[in-house]
């Protein structure tokens, strides 16, 4: 595991059975400013199942994401925030 992952294990019963899911949370540096168009689908991102969080710092230009693991890798969030229109220039170690 990377050590600028961020993780927590949650450890749920749902409908009887057990099922644990490992939150992470990553954050991006991103370029310029983002598009309504781009904020408006980052705030949709919510939406996708294992999305938990989604936050901007227009400040620092940086955007960081807590997920569920156990439903897809960092790649992926990556990749949602690049289709939804931001500029994802690289991945920030957190602290």
Same mark, same amino acid.
């Given at each position: *595991?990377?050590?600028? %992952?961020?993780?927590?294990? /949650? +450890?749920?019963?749902?409908?009887?059975?057990?099922?644990?899911?490992? &939150?992470?949370?990553?954050?991006?540096?991103?370029?310029?400013?983002?598009?309504?168009?781009? *904020?408006?689908?980052? %705030?949709?991102?919510?939406? /996708? +199942?294992?999305?938990?969080?989604?936050?901007?710092?227009?400040?620092? &230009?940086?955007?960081?994401?807590?997920?569920?693991?156990?439903?897809?890798?960092?790649?992926?969030?990556?990749?949602?925030?690049?289709?939804?229109?931001?500029?994802?220039?690289?991945?920030?170690?957190?602290?």
């Amino acid at each position: *595991m990377a050590s600028q %992952d961020a993780v927590v294990g /949650v +450890y749920l019963n749902w409908g009887g059975t057990n099922r644990s899911m490992t &939150q992470m949370e990553v954050a991006y540096r991103y370029a310029g400013p983002p598009t309504e168009s781009a *904020m408006r689908a980052i %705030d949709n991102m919510r939406e /996708v +199942y294992g999305i938990r969080r989604v936050s901007l710092s227009e400040k620092d &230009q940086v955007v960081r994401v807590e997920y569920d693991a156990s439903r897809f890798k960092e790649p992926v969030v990556a990749n949602l925030l690049r289709k939804a229109g931001l500029d994802v220039l690289d991945r920030l170690a957190l602290a």
